[in-house]
């Protein structure tokens, strides 16, 4: 948040360097950069602050698998204000110039549009898996399937601003349809690992079966000598 000094008339604006601040004054860019410090008057100036460092952004939304079963989708998308001019003038950025707090929530809004724009592209993929696969496997492919979306959409780039890291956290379901899948698996692994001891059992039964035949052919041949 910039930091705004009063004075009788006056203020004085002295805005971060991760901050792009623009002054305008009867519609006209007055000052605009990242890191500057000038005078204005409240009466008359409009004034935006817009961050440029990597902002994250968590997205929580809702999919159905090719299953028809419901998951949550948690991620986090970072994106970056590249044009910082360009978005100043797409989303509002606008602070008071006598507090210097913006006067709308911009990062709300940018939430709401990264969820909209990263949301369509997950259900679809979502929509072809299956729920055990999305869980146990989704992660990557929904993650790649959401960063490819967001650098091909053209509205990040008409505002300014650039997609930087897509990450997927967590596909989750119902916690009782997770307990059953967790069981499910469970029991299946013990009994994979109840057949292969069986079967190394078994094969130690036959080697053991094999020596005895061998010995006792060998005791009858030195019987018949």
């Known amino acids: 948040m910039a930091d705004i000094a009063r004075r009788p008339f006056l203020r004085h604006l002295r805005a971060e360097t991760t901050s792009y601040v623009q002054h305008l004054r009867n519609g006209e860019v007055r000052h605009a950069g990242a890191g500057i410090a000038f005078w204005f008057r409240p009466a008359t100036a409009a004034l935006a602050e817009v961050p440029l460092d990597d902002r994250e952004q968590t997205l929580l939304f809702h999919a159905r698998t090719a299953d028809f079963q419901d998951v949550t989708?948690?991620?986090?998308?970072?994106?970056?204000?590249?044009?910082?001019?360009?978005?100043?003038?797409?989303?509002?950025?606008?602070?008071?110039?006598?507090?210097?707090?913006?006067?709308?929530?911009?990062?709300?809004?940018?939430?709401?549009?990264?969820?909209?724009?990263?949301?369509?592209?997950?259900?679809?993929?979502?929509?072809?898996?299956?729920?055990?696969?999305?869980?146990?496997?989704?992660?990557?492919?929904?993650?790649?399937?959401?960063?490819?979306?967001?650098?091909?959409?053209?509205?990040?780039?008409?505002?300014?601003?650039?997609?930087?890291?897509?990450?997927?956290?967590?596909?989750?379901?119902?916690?009782?349809?997770?307990?059953?899948?967790?069981?499910?698996?469970r029991e299946r692994v013990q009994q994979e690992a109840d057949r292969a001891t069986y079967e190394r059992r078994a094969v130690a039964v036959e080697r053991e079966r094999a020596i005895a035949e061998n010995e006792l052919a060998n005791q009858i041949e030195l019987a018949r000598r």
């Open 73 to 185: 989708v948690q991620a986090t998308v970072s994106v970056r204000a590249v044009e910082p001019a360009l978005a100043a003038t797409r989303i509002d950025f606008g602070i008071d110039p006598r507090t210097g707090r913006w006067r709308a929530a911009p990062l709300e809004v940018l939430g709401g549009l990264l969820t909209e724009l990263a949301q369509q592209p997950a259900l679809d993929l979502l929509a072809t898996l299956g729920m055990a696969e999305a869980l146990a496997r989704g992660l990557a492919p929904v993650r790649d399937r959401i960063a490819e979306a967001l650098a091909a959409d053209p509205r990040l780039a008409e505002r300014g601003l650039a997609v930087t890291d897509v990450r997927v956290v967590a596909i989750r379901t119902d916690p009782e349809v997770e307990r059953a899948l967790q069981t499910e698996t």
